[in-house]
């Protein structure tokens, strides 16, 4: 039987091989990671995280042929194949902060691995790594090996949360890089062979190591440059009186660009976009290509952009204060049908209210007041390093921020309504009743474009709408 373990348990690790054990009942999965919680989730009735499907995946294979352990050694020893889906977050301080990724954790278990290997084993690159990663674990692993061979291949993931569960089902494409020698190839057509029990063999893409883990950066960057864009074009659109639905609809028509990632908002987040533009920024810099960093920069200061431009309208709509008014925020994760709240917009504009004295009372069906709490309170770029790093501010900002359970009790006497993901729930509110129960003027601040504005009106509210025409 071939044996699979993964090296962290989080977004990336847990979802693909919960799927890859129940497509491949033959072979044996584990994965592992050093956080008891978080192993304890996994092997419990509540996961960890929260994504459309999951539950049912993990549960028809769980005690099968899929394991969730903190014997992080013993079944690195075991395994034929090893991914490594550790973070990679952004560095805080020393040479390329703010942009570099930080490969610490990656580096501790590449060592790791050399460690406690005594059979061949093929290394698999799961996390977003920068351009040239697998060449520095290539000689801590061969430089550690005491004559046992490593193939190192990247195997980049592209999954969207709340969908991943689908997109690893049913993935565009599957992309193996790896060396251009024999065990190189032998290598990429072990994994190929993995993933071809359910991907069709032409949707499998085998590249050389360099191209693969640059195409991962590069259609992240593609896709934020895609909201950036239209984002651009809202701000636009609400100095002109146009229509940013209207002008995304007629562009995304045009079969050269299409229509996917046109939505106007109130910016882009996730744990991805921005620390991956970064990182690009930063190898463009690094290899003496500052023109091509700009360019990705300015895509990062329109995401800032926006979320500054939406705070200052709440701000300027309500008579240029909201100092001691209550503020609805429906919505805190990055999107909707996921807990997950790195980089959400949601953050820079409740700590933009905050710091303007408005109080706050939050509410989303899927993450944790503690979550919530952590991310306001907590210094940027820190959400992906270990706790024991993580600088949190003076607890004082946070008494102006309340977390509720409902979104009638978030609205309940508040002077204004902040809608920051795009939760199907919030279309179907009753919206007259949380009217009659607000301040008034009752304002609605429609980061999202979700709620159907000319019915609000119609019940009383003003309405702010992300690229469309003012009241």
């Not at 949360?161 to 992309?175: F, H, M, Q, S």
């Not at 429906?330 to 953050?347: H, M, Q, S, Y």
């Not at 921020?401 to 809608?419: F, L, P, W």
Request: glycine fraction near 6%.
């Amino acid at each position: 039987m071939v044996k699979i373990c993964c090296i962290g348990a989080g977004y990336v690790g847990g979802p693909t091989m919960a799927v890859m054990a129940l497509k491949c009942p033959e072979i044996e999965v584990a994965v592992v990671d050093i956080s008891e919680p978080r192993i304890n989730a996994w092997n419990s009735d509540k996961l960890p995280i929260y994504e459309p499907g999951l539950d049912e995946v993990v549960k028809q294979c769980r005690g099968k042929n899929l394991f969730f352990s903190t014997d992080v050694e013993k079944h690195v020893f075991e395994s034929d194949i090893v991914f490594v889906s550790v973070n990679t977050p952004t560095k805080t301080q020393g040479l390329g902060a703010g942009k570099a990724a930080d490969l610490t954790y990656w580096e501790s278990a590449a060592r790791m691995i050399a460690d406690v290997s005594k059979s061949s084993k093929i290394v698999v690159e799961k996390s977003t790594v920068p351009v040239r990663t697998a060449e520095a674990i290539e000689k801590i692993l061969t430089h550690n090996s005491k004559g046992i061979e490593f193939q190192i291949l990247s195997n980049p993931e592209f999954l969207a949360e709340g969908t991943a569960i689908k997109d690893l089902y049913n993935p565009d494409r599957v992309l193996i890089g790896g060396r251009d020698n024999a065990a190189g190839q032998k290598a990429i057509q072990a994994l190929r062979d993995v993933y071809a029990h359910w991907v069709p063999l032409e949707r499998i893409i085998c590249t050389n190591l360099w191209s693969a883990e640059l195409s991962k950066l590069a259609a992240n960057a593609f896709l934020a440059q895609r909201i950036s864009s239209v984002n651009a074009m809202s701000a636009l659109c609400e100095a002109t009186g146009a229509d940013v639905t209207q002008v995304a609809h007629a562009v995304g028509t045009d079969t050269r660009i299409g229509p996917k990632f046109l939505n106007a908002s109130v910016g882009f987040g996730g744990s991805c976009f921005q620390k991956d533009i970064l990182n690009l920024i930063y190898i463009c810099e690094c290899n003496g290509l500052p023109e091509a960093a700009n360019y990705w920069k300015q895509v990062i200061k329109v995401n800032d952009y926006q979320k500054i431009r939406f705070a200052n309208r709440v701000v300027s709509s309500m008579f240029n204060t909201v100092s001691g008014k209550k503020i609805a925020i429906l919505g805190f994760a990055f999107k909707k049908d996921t807990g997950d709240t790195r980089e959400t917009p949601a953050i820079d504009v409740c700590n933009r209210l905050v710091a303007d004295m408005a109080k706050l009372s939050i509410y989303d069906p899927q993450v944790l007041e503690e979550q919530i709490r952590k991310d306001l309170s907590m210094a940027r770029f820190d959400w992906d390093h270990p706790a024991p790093l993580q600088q949190i501010k003076a607890e004082g900002i946070l008494e102006q921020v309340s977390v509720v359970s409902d979104a009638y009790e978030a609205t309940k006497d508040a002077h204004g309504i902040c809608v920051l993901t795009e939760w199907d729930e919030f279309k179907s509110l009753d919206f007259k009743r949380i009217f009659d129960n607000m301040r008034k003027p009752a304002f609605v601040f429609d980061g999202r474009n979700v709620v159907d504005a000319v019915k609000l009106r119609e019940i009383g509210f003003i309405v702010y709408s992300i690229g469309k025409p003012l009241d």
